[in-house]
Each structure stands twice: as structure tokens, then as C-alpha cells.
């Protein structure tokens, strides 16, 4: 890499020990250099300084000098800029980011469709260059991730990558935590960071046409998508650059080492927005096993919001960080305030968002406004008609700009889990008081409510000159078509936040951590700690077994499922030869979808009788256990790790030590699911036999009392005087007491198995 002219800038990488480094000229002093004697950037123009807002290792992990920014606002302005840098590398393309797919389309064709795609670009590139190495790290994503994603490139299934793209899977992360950081950095000299993965589902253009051809993945549409990317050279490149290094090392224990090259990869097409200006780069970086935790994304919000005089402008996916949300509370109850105005997104992604992270927004934003004593919050949502139904522009930006004083663009949600669980990167640019730089900031803000008004920048700029403030503008110029139209909340109550903040953890929890949250921490502020009678489950329970009993009672169900139709179906399906068949098969793809097995031994004992429908349930069992042993088995351990995670590192060390009665314990007491369970003892090299008999012993209790509750259904159809209940109560308290036993031995063993799989 080319020597920095001018500055010098310091890095604390979060690297293995949490080592500090320190980034300088040959010559420099060893000692940090202090914030306030950074040069002046080049030029005429000079201003009083406002004061140096980056103090690195307390708000910020590098700070230092930029000669060019570049502002990219959506996917096809973004796409097209990396491909333009990508095909002027030498040496090193690093990627890191919480999805890539290889089906991307980078381009398209106003006739064919898609033109370049990511995976084929990539291989291209490698390809036509001899001494290029393309690196990139993903995040290992739980399974229920996965429905959206690519399959794995290591398998190449889908996309087999070139020799000299090295694909990895970040794993380095708590329970519950994910890598989060979007970056490209390109030989050390220009580095992409915002929003935006090189994934499915992020190309669109300002415009944000509801009937975009281009906005389609494998043949099917999809919303409109709004982000904001930041491309940036010098010092700041190598910056990043370090970061992701930091990333590869941690995940894959390999060590890169820094790009030393003149040669220039900034595309010529690609305009700067602004040139000759100071930075910083913030981290969030969890407290995970030796490294300590990094939380200077969350510190530099509140420093930015501290420091702003006339206005704020927020674009943030989410809302649910009650840090940022007290502190905003906080100016908005000053004499004189600034503006505040948040652009978010007015639907979220799926009905588990709704119920939490929509919750929690709707609670802060119900909370700034009533802080609002002089009416300087706007809360809004990019609006545009004629989307489908249930659709809306996807506001999946992080950005915030302050008095066009500093601009921000990152990866960080102003949510809980991006200021402490996951790992997550934000550049700041800062104007240091400079007319000419605080002119291009303001601008982007002007363009930014420009897009999303249907308006031009001009005419924004106009507006709040003429008006005095953002909001007056938004409402001159917004139109029905398109406008930031105000969010309508929902208040929710005390409860439902409660249970939505699990969703949003500000630090990572261990399982146990967990449990306790969601088992008694919730119920200690309403009542004494001692053991409580669970009167509110018992009232639901007895409310659901009458409302199904008046349901078959009262309804045409009552003619449908009468005892006489119930025991003719179950005898018309055993008397099949493959109904056993059938029914020890179940077991396994029942296992895979989770889907309760005792139900299946309930229809089995129904059918066939307690002993035989016994013996089938746990033929089944076991048959679903072995598949999943060898599934492991075939996987290795680094592949069952990604679904597993490293947080059932306990479960496969219990495995190893203690063989049947490990098994046998977690069968009674899950970890984890029975198939995640059974893929761990494959993975480990446990023997078959071992799996086995824990398997039968530990699923033994569940099975007899599913056999005895399905024998007393099958005597209740045929006549319900012969029911023994006393025997069925019994056989439940029997299972209940060994679950207890065996969950107390779990615990006492708990510090036993530290060590992570190899």
C-alpha cells in the first residue's frame, strides 16, 4: 500500500486477547496521536473547529484522514461502483458481510434479465488474475436462517468458486449474536461500508418503480429496497481493511497480511461527494470468550445526538435501542431542541419482527412524542402507491447526519443487539467546521429527502430555507403518490414488551442466562421470588381443553368426530400391511421439521394398541436417531458446528465424557433438538451403540406415558369407564420427577465442559 501523505491515525483491533494496534507513519510516535492535532484536510478554505468529536478507543476504533468519499444511495448505484473498482484489483478483494449469494445480479440487461452475476463475476476476476486472491467471510448462520440462502459455496452445489476465492463461514459469535458488518475493501486502497450485503434481494434505484424488471430474484419480484453505501479511500480503506482482517483471523485463525501497492482501484467514473476529510470507523464487537467487549457504535450515537444544535436525520431500519431512544428523549425535553427526524420502514419481515421489534418502536416512538413538548420529532415511512398489498419500501439504511457537521453511514441497526451482541462497523465523516464540507453534507440530506419525497434536491433545499425545518418541508412537497407520510403506532402492553425485548438482547446471555430470562426474571417483578402457583397457565389450559370441548360439542365437528368414526378411521388404517411401515418412518422427517413425535406415538398406540404401537414408536425413535448420527457422521464436525453453533459445545464435550448417561440425560433434558442432538454424537465419533441405548433409555419415560395417554384414548372411545386415571397421573408425575432429576444433574455438570470442538 501506498505510505499515507499526510496524518496518522490509531487502530485497536478486536483480535485474539483484544491486542492493541496502532497504525502510523515510519518516524511517527508510538503514543496515539490526540484528536485535536490531526492536520487541517487540504485546502484554502479554513473554519474554527466545532471540536474533534472522535476519541478512538473510547467512540471510535480508527480515526484519520480521507481523500475521497463517495456516496451511494441503493443497490444498482452500489453494485455497479464495486464492479468498476472490483475489475481494477491486483492483489486482494476481502468481503465480509451477514449474507453473500452468488446468484446476486450485479447487472442486468433491459432485454435478457440478469447480466453479471456475483459468483461468475468473482471466478472472472480470479481467473484473468493470476495474483488475485478474493476472500470472503460470511456469517454461519443458524438453520432458520437458511430459508433464503444460497447453499453453502463450500459444498459447490450451487456456485463452485475459483481456486483463489476463498470462501469461510464466521462462527466467532455468542448465542443469539451474528456477524453484521457489510464491507469490501479492495487492495487496501478503496473500501466499500453501509447497509448493503452482496446478496439476494438488495438491487433497486431511487426511483423504487413498483413494476422494476430489474428487481427480481430467480424469476420472482420483490419490494422496494432503500440503503446507502459509503466508498472511501486512504487511510480509511486501510482502516477497514484492518477490520476485516481482524474478522478473517478470528474466524479462520489465518493471518493476512496488508496490501502494499501505488496503484489506484478507485473506478474514474465514480464522482467523489466529498474530498480531503477526517473520519472515523466504529466497531461493536460482543464480549465473547478472552476478547472483551467493543461498544463504540453505540457511544459515538450518543456523542453525535449530545453534540447536535439544529437537527438530526435518522434513516434506520429499526427503532429498539432504548439507550439512543432516553437520549433523543433527553434533547427533545430541552428549552430549545433540535429537529429530530426518523425515516424507518412501515412493515416488518415476517410476523416474529411484528411482534417484537415493530412492539418496541412503537413504545419509543410513543415515548418521543410525548417527550415533544415543542414539536420537533417526525417519526415517518418512505410512502409510494401502487406497491402490492402488504408491501412497503424496505428503509433498510443506517445512517444518521447532524447539523451537516458529521454524516454517518454503517452497518448498525439503532437496535439493542448492534450496540453490544453483534459484530457490526460504521464510518463518520466529519466536517471539522468547513463550509465546503458541510455543503456536500448537507446536500446528501437534501437528496436523500429528495428520493423519498418524489421531489429534487433543489426544491428540498428551497423548503427548509424557506420554512425553517424539515418537517415544514416534507409537508410542502410531500405528494399523495410519494411522501414520508407520519407512523402510525400501536401501543402495546407492559407484558408484550417484555417478551418482545428478549428478541432485541443489549449483551449476549449464555443458555443458562437465557432460560432464567425467560423462565423467572419476567415473573420476579410481579411476584415474591419463592415457587408461585402457576395460576394464569392452569386458567389458559382448563380455557383451551372447554373451548375444544364446546367446539366438538356444539359444532357440526360433533357429528364428524364421534367416538364410532374416530375408531373406524384408526381400524381402516391399521388394517393396511404398510400402515407400521408408515408409522416407524414418520419418526425421522418428523424429527428434521420438528414436529411433535409424541403425536405420532399417540396415533400409533390408537391404532395398533399400547404394546405394539409401543414397540413402533420407538423402533421409529431409534431409526431417527441413527439417520441423524450418520448425517453427522458424513457432515463433520465443522459443518455441524455452523448448524449446531458453538454455544452446544457443552452438549458434544457431555457426549464425549460420560457416553450412555450423557445421552440419556439430554434425551430426557434436550440441549438441543432431537435431530441437532443426534447429528453432535456423529460428529464427535460416538459410537452407535452408545447413541442408541441413551436414546432408548432417555426417550423411554416420554414414550410409556405418550403409550399409557394413548391406550386411555383408546379405552375412552370405546368406553370411558375403563379409563384409569389415577395410572395415567401417575405416569405423568413419574416422567416429570425424572425430568427434574436429570436437569439438576445437567446443571451440577455444567462447568465440566468448557472446551470448544476441535
Not at 60 to 86: E, K, N, P, Q, S
Not at 521 to 544: G, M, N, Y
Not at 682 to 704: D, K, N
Request: glycine share 6%; net charge positive.
Amino acid at each position: 500500500m501506498e505510505k499515507p501523505s499526510r496524518g496518522e491515525f490509531s487502530f485497536l483491533g478486536n483480535v485474539k486477547h483484544q491486542a492493541a494496534r496502532l497504525l502510523r507513519r515510519p518516524g511517527a510516535s508510538s503514543a496515539p496521536p490526540r484528536p485535536e492535532h490531526y492536520p487541517e484536510p487540504r485546502g484554502a478554505d479554513t473554519a474554527p473547529r466545532l471540536g474533534n468529536l472522535f476519541r478512538p478507543g473510547f467512540n471510535c476504533t480508527a480515526a484519520g484522514h480521507a481523500g475521497r468519499v463517495a456516496l451511494l444511495v441503493d443497490g444498482a448505484a452500489y453494485y455497479d461502483a464495486f464492479m468498476r473498482a472490483a475489475r481494477k484489483a491486483r492483489y486482494s478483494i476481502l468481503i465480509v458481510g451477514w449474507d453473500f449469494d452468488s446468484r446476486t445480479a450485479l447487472a442486468f440487461d433491459s432485454r435478457s434479465g440478469p447480466a453479471i452475476r456475483l459468483g461468475d463475476f468473482l471466478n472472472e476476476l480470479a481467473q484473468a488474475r493470476r495474483r488475485l486472491h478474493v476472500r470472503v467471510l460470511e456469517w454461519d448462520y443458524p438453520v432458520i436462517f437458511g430459508v433464503d440462502r444460497e447453499l453453502s459455496p463450500i459444498y459447490g452445489l450451487s456456485w463452485k468458486p475459483h481456486r483463489r476465492v476463498h470462501f469461510r463461514f464466521d462462527d466467532t459469535h455468542p448465542l443469539a449474536g451474528s456477524h453484521h458488518q457489510k464491507i469490501v475493501v479492495i487492495d487496501d486502497r478503496i473500501a466499500f461500508v453501509g447497509g448493503l450485503d452482496l446478496t439476494s434481494k438488495r438491487w433497486d434505484t431511487p426511483s423504487h418503480r413498483p413494476d422494476d424488471p430489474g428487481r427480481t430474484f430467480e424469476g420472482k419480484a420483490y419490494p422496494p429496497m432503500h440503503d446507502v453505501m459509503a466508498a472511501i479511500d486512504g487511510e480509511a480503506a486501510r482502516a477497514l481493511g484492518d477490520v476485516v482482517r481482524a474478522r478473517w483471523l478470528k474466524a479462520t485463525h489465518e493471518r493476512l497480511d496488508p496490501v502494499e501497492t501505488r496503484h489506484d482501484p478507485w473506478p474514474s467514473s465514480l464522482c467523489a461527494d466529498i474530498t480531503d476529510v477526517h473520519f472515523a470507523i466504529a466497531c461493536t464487537a460482543p464480549d465473547n470468550n478472552a476478547d472483551a467487549p467493543v461498544r463504540h457504535i453505540e457511544q459515538l450515537y450518543l456523542d453525535m445526538i449530545a453534540r447536535a444544535r439544529r437537527y438530526i436525520y435518522i434513516e434506520n431500519q429499526y427503532f429498539t435501542s432504548h439507550k439512543i431512544a432516553q437520549a433523543l428523549a433527553a434533547r427533545l425535553g430541552e428549552p430549545d431542541p433540535p429537529q429530530i427526524v426518523l425515516v424507518t420502514r412501515l412493515l416488518s419481515h415476517g410476523w416474529l419482527e411484528e411482534v417484537t421489534m415493530q412492539r418496541l418502536r412503537a413504545k419509543h416512538v410513543e415515548d418521543l412524542r410525548k417527550a415533544d413538548a415543542h414539536g420537533r420529532f417526525f417519526a415517518c415511512y418512505p410512502h409510494l402507491a401502487g406497491l402490492a398489498e402488504k408491501t412497503c419500501i424496505d428503509t433498510h439504511s443506517k445512517l444518521m447526519i447532524v447539523d451537516d457537521e458529521w454524516l454517518r453511514v454503517g452497518s448498525a441497526n439503532l437496535s439493542n443487539r448492534s450496540m453490544g451482541v453483534d459484530t457490526e462497523c460504521d464510518l463518520v465523516i466529519q466536517a471539522d467546521g468547513l463550509a465546503r464540507v458541510q455543503d456536500r453534507i448537507r446536500a446528501f440530506r437534501d437528496r436523500l429527502l429528495a428520493e423519498h419525497l418524489g421531489a429534487e434536491p433543489a426544491e428540498v433545499e428551497r423548503a427548509i430555507r424557506t420554512h425553517g425545518s424539515m418537517r415544514a418541508a416534507i409537508d410542502r412537497l410531500g405528494r399523495t403518490q410519494r411522501t414520508l407520510a407520519e407512523l402510525q403506532i400501536e401501543p402495546s402492553s407492559e407484558a408484550i414488551l417484555s417478551a418482545a425485548a428478549l428478541a432485541d438482547m443489549e449483551k449476549p446471555v449464555s443458555m443458562e442466562q437465557l432460560v432464567t430470562q425467560l423462565t423467572t426474571e419476567a415473573d420476579s417483578a410481579q411476584a415474591p421470588k419463592q415457587a408461585r402457583f402457576p395460576w394464569v397457565k392452569l386458567t389458559a389450559a382448563v380455557a383451551i381443553v372447554a373451548g375444544l370441548t364446546a367446539l366438538w360439542r356444539f359444532t357440526p365437528l360433533a357429528v364428524v368426530f364421534t367416538a364410532e368414526n374416530v375408531i373406524a378411521w384408526t381400524e381402516s388404517f391399521s388394517a393396511h400391511w404398510w400402515a407400521p411401515l408408515v408409522v416407524v418412518l414418520a419418526y425421522t422427517p418428523a424429527s428434521v421439521v420438528m414436529f411433535p413425535r409424541p403425536l405420532i406415538t399417540l396415533a400409533a398406540v390408537v391404532s395398533f394398541g399400547p404394546w405394539e404401537g409401543f414397540v413402533y414408536a420407538m423402533t421409529g425413535v431409534l431409526i431417527a436417531s441413527a439417520a441423524g448420527f450418520y448425517a453427522g457422521r458424513s457432515f463433520g464436525r465443522d459443518t455441524v458446528r455452523r448448524i449446531a453453533g458453538r454455544r452446544l459445545n457443552r452438549l458434544s464435550q457431555a457426549l464425549q465424557r460420560r457416553g450412555v448417561l450423557a445421552v440419556t440425560a439430554v434425551r430426557l433434558v434436550p440441549l438441543a433438538p432431537f435431530i441437532v442432538e443426534s447429528m453432535v454424537a456423529g460428529a464427535i465419533h460416538l459410537r452407535l451403540w452408545q447413541l442408541s441405548v441413551g436414546t432408548f433409555f432417555g426417550m423411554l419415560p416420554g414414550a410409556l406415558t405418550a403409550t399409557v395417554l394413548g391406550d386411555a384414548l383408546e379405552s375412552a372411545l370405546h368406553d370411558p369407564a375403563r379409563v384409569n386415571w389415577w395410572w395415567v397421573a401417575g405416569a405423568m408425575c413419574a416422567v416429570v420427577a425424572a425430568s427434574t432429576a436429570v436437569a439438576r444433574w445437567l446443571h451440577r455438570q455444567g462447568g465440566e465442559a468448557q472446551a470448544p470442538v476441535q
